[in-house]
C-alpha cells in the first residue's frame, strides 16, 4: 500500500511543479524555457505548409461529399455515382465540398468544409446509363405466393481532372465562386 501511496505522491509532485507537467516532459522536445506561444507556432506550420505548396508539388488527394456520400478522390480517378444527377456526358464540373485535402506531408482539415477557394477539385462526366440488374425476389411458402422485381439504378460515372490546393493557407481569396 505504501509503494502504490509513494508513485501517486510521485505523480502529482510532477503535475503540480512548474516544470509543464507530464505532457510537456515526455510527449513534446521543447524544453519548458524554451516555450512559443500558440500564435507563434501556428505561424511557423502555416509557413511550412505555404512552402510546400509553392515547391513541392505532389500527388494530392481530397475527401469530398457527394451526393450524400463521402469519396475519397485523387488525380485520375474513377467514380460511379448512384440516383439521379443532372449534369450531361462531357460537362466538366467543380467539386466544391471538399471536407479534407492532403499530400503527403500535410493535411488540411475543414471543419466541416475546408475554407471556400483554397482547394480545387474538378471532373468530367464520362457515361450516364444504368446498373446491372438487380433481383428483388419474394416467396411465402405453403401459399403460392412468388413475385419477382428486377431494379436497374441510374448511374453517372465521373473521371476527376485535378485535386489541387490553389492559393496560400490563411490568405484572402479572390473570386473564390
Known sequence: MSMIRA??????NIFSSGHGGVLSRFVTNIAPSQQQSVVETQK??????NKLIQEKPSRNFA????LGKQ????DGDLLVVEGYWPPNIGDKIKLDKVLLAATKDFSLIG????QPGL???TATVISKGLSHTRTHFKKKRRKQFMRINFQRAQQTMLRINSVEIANKINEDLRNVF
Open 7 to 12: 508513485g501517486l505522491q510521485r505523480l502529482a
Open 119 to 121: 482547394v480545387t477539385v
Open 111 to 114: 471543419r466541416p468544409l475546408v
Open 71 to 74: 469519396w475519397r478522390v485523387t
Open 44 to 49: 511557423e506550420v502555416i509557413a511550412t505548409c
Open 63 to 66: 475527401i469530398i461529399h457527394l
